[in-house]
């Protein structure tokens, strides 16, 4: 018996890393050769989630992306895709990053707009007299998200900092609600690893 604790807990140890290490493919940087501008490429996407629950804006997913080209000139641009639910306001036109405290107005370069709406169905495994199973509809839930989509880019000075900084988020303003989206330790190591070169 004693045996199978064992084995089952270092099983139990072994999917914990995996799952870890899965979690981390999420956040790899891509490298590529833009020939038509004669560029090289390197893009991070991160999936964020807002820490505020009350909050309207649910999820972001932040994709950064680096450009250097043939003369070394460096240009990053970040695209955000933000999803809030229907029932807040719409999304300014203004976005804020913050670094250790200090705080940088960004400009939107340009902002799309998207209402969407999907049905999802629960259903359950219902025994018949054969004693057999049917999968059976028990009910429908509407889920509608209002999804915003913006970009802009970052400054050599804001690449520079955020190369330093000990602490990075962004602040996103609607109607009376303020939500920030912070970039957690490994992330902005991953966005550090980005600029790094």
Do not use: W
């Amino acid at each position: 018996m004693k045996n199978r604790v064992i084995r089952f807990s270092g099983l139990m140890t072994v999917l914990f890393v995996m799952t870890l290490q899965g979690c981390y493919l999420f956040s790899t940087i891509i490298e590529e050769h833009d020939v038509v501008y004669d560029t090289h490429r390197k893009s991070l996407t991160l999936n964020l989630e807002n820490g505020n629950r009350r909050s309207h804006l649910r999820y972001v997913e932040k994709t950064f992306v680096k450009e250097t080209s043939a003369d070394q000139t460096v240009s990053l641009k970040v695209y955000d895709v933000l999803k809030m639910s229907v029932s807040g306001f719409n999304l300014e036109d203004r976005v804020f990053l913050i670094i250790d405290e200090v705080v940088f107005p960004l400009t939107i370069n340009s902002k799309e707009l998207e209402h969407t709406t999907s049905i999802d169905e629960s259903r359950e495994d219902v025994k018949t007299s054969d004693s057999t199973s049917v999968s059976v509809v028990t009910g429908y839930s509407t889920n509608n998200l209002n999804i915003s989509r913006l970009n802009y880019s970052l400054s050599t000075e804001i690449l520079s900092r955020i190369q330093e900084a000990n602490s990075v988020f962004f602040r996103y303003y609607a109607g009376p609600e303020m939500s920030t989206i912070y970039i957690r330790y490994n992330d902005l190591k991953m966005l550090k690893k980005l600029l790094a070169n």
